[in-house]
């Protein structure tokens, strides 16, 4: 019973740790889009792209965040993968 408990901490400090990790990883990819926001030309036709860029970029983050916070399995897979598109489009 002991080692059963043992195990259900261990995985909860595992998931916790990922989600800090997680957590991390989109916050410091947000904050480079603004630094990069900043720093390019003001054109028009640059600043279109760039704002969809900033957009996508800092919403990815927001999306993974949403997911720690889901009521089920399905809700936390479904937002995910909602961040994972917007970091997708991102990229493209």
Known sequence: MESLRIIQIERKLLITNYEWYVEGRTKA??????????????????????RQILCRGTSAGAHCREAKRARSKAEFVSKLEVGIHEFEETRY
């Open 29 to 50: 990819f947000a904050i480079r889009i603004i630094r990069m926001y900043a720093v390019l030309p003001k054109r028009t036709e640059a600043q279109i792209r760039v």
